[in-house]
C-alpha cells in the first residue's frame, strides 16, 4: 500500500541551528500539506501546495520557515535558526485531489520528532 | 471565523462501554472530516460528512452530520483496546481542514 514518507524520523538539534525535513507524497497526489503538531493538540497547517505552488503559507512564519516543492513531487520545509519553541511534531500529508476543484482525504507521513534544546 | 468545538477532551471509558465525541460549530458546515491517532502516532483518515442528516456506519462506529450541518457526533459501541487513541473532527472551510484539539479515549485498566 502506498505511503507517504518522511525523513528524519527524529530529529535533535541546539537553538540557533538549521533543520530540514523531507517529505515524499504518494505517487499521483497533487497536493502536500506540512502541518506542525504540539503534543495534546490538533495539527496545525504550515504550508499548502498544489504540485509545485504554493496554495496557502499564511500560517507559515516565514522569518525563520521556508519549504519548497519545487518539481511538484517531495518536498522540503526548513527552519533557521530552530528555537525551542519549535519543538514538536512536523507532520507532512497528501491528497489526491486539487485545491479549489475537488476534495479528498488526506493521508499523513509518520512525522519527524523535533527537538530543540 | 468558524469556531470548532470537540467534547469531551478526554473519556474515560471501562472496556466494553459505549464512547461518544461531539463536535459544534458556530457556523454552518460544507463538509467535516474524521480522523484517529493512536498513541505514537499519525492521524489517519475515517470518514467524510457531506449530507446534511448523514448518518454512517464503520463496523462498532456510527457518524452522524447534524441537520442543520452544525454538529457532527462520532459514537463507538462497546470499545475495545484498539480503539485507543484522540479523534478528531476536521471541518472544512477554503478546502483546507480546521482541526480542533480532539477527544482522547483513554481505556481503564
Known amino acids: 500500500e502506498a505511503e507517504v514518507a518522511q525523513s528524519p524520523r527524529y530529529k535533535i538539534t541546539e537553538k540557533s541551528q538549521a533543520v530540514a525535513f523531507w517529505c515524499d507524497p504518494i505517487?499521483?497526489?497533487?497536493?502536500l500539506y506540512w502541518y506542525r503538531q504540539i503534543l495534546g493538540q490538533g495539527p496545525e497547517l504550515l504550508v499548502q501546495?498544489?504540485?509545485?505552488?504554493?496554495?496557502?503559507d499564511s500560517q507559515l512564519p516565514k522569518d525563520r520557515f521556508s519549504a519548497e516543492r519545487l518539481k511538484g513531487v517531495d518536498s522540503t520545509l526548513k527552519i533557521q535558526p530552530a528555537e525551542l519553541g519549535d519543538s514538536a511534531m512536523y507532520l507532512c500529508?497528501?491528497?489526491?485531489?486539487?485545491?479549489?476543484?475537488?476534495?479528498?482525504?488526506?493521508?499523513f507521513g509518520p512525522g519527524t520528532r523535533l527537538t530543540v534544546l | 471565523g468558524q469556531q470548532v468545538m470537540q467534547i469531551p477532551q478526554y473519556q474515560h471509558v471501562q472496556e466494553g462501554e459505549d464512547f461518544t465525541t461531539y463536535c459544534n460549530s458556530s457556523?454552518?458546515?460544507?463538509?467535516i472530516q474524521w480522523y484517529k491517532q493512536r498513541p505514537g502516532g499519525h492521524p489517519v483518515f475515517l470518514i467524510q460528512?457531506?449530507?446534511s442528516g448523514e448518518v454512517k456506519k464503520q463496523k462498532r462506529l456510527t457518524f452522524q452530520f447534524g441537520e442543520a450541518k452544525k454538529n457532527s457526533s462520532l459514537h463507538i459501541t462497546a470499545t475495545q483496546t484498539t480503539d485507543v487513541g484522540t479523534y478528531f473532527c476536521?471541518?472544512?472551510?477554503?478546502?483546507?481542514?480546521?482541526w480542533g484539539a480532539g477527544t482522547k479515549l483513554i481505556i481503564k485498566p
Open positions: 505517487s499521483g497526489h497533487a497536493t
Open positions: 457556523t454552518t458546515l460544507s463538509n
Open positions: 476536521a471541518p472544512l472551510r477554503n478546502y483546507q481542514l480546521i
Open positions: 460528512l457531506v449530507k
Open positions: 501546495f498544489q504540485d509545485e505552488s504554493v496554495v496557502d
Open positions: 500529508a497528501s491528497s489526491f485531489g486539487l485545491a479549489g476543484v475537488s476534495y479528498n482525504e488526506q493521508f
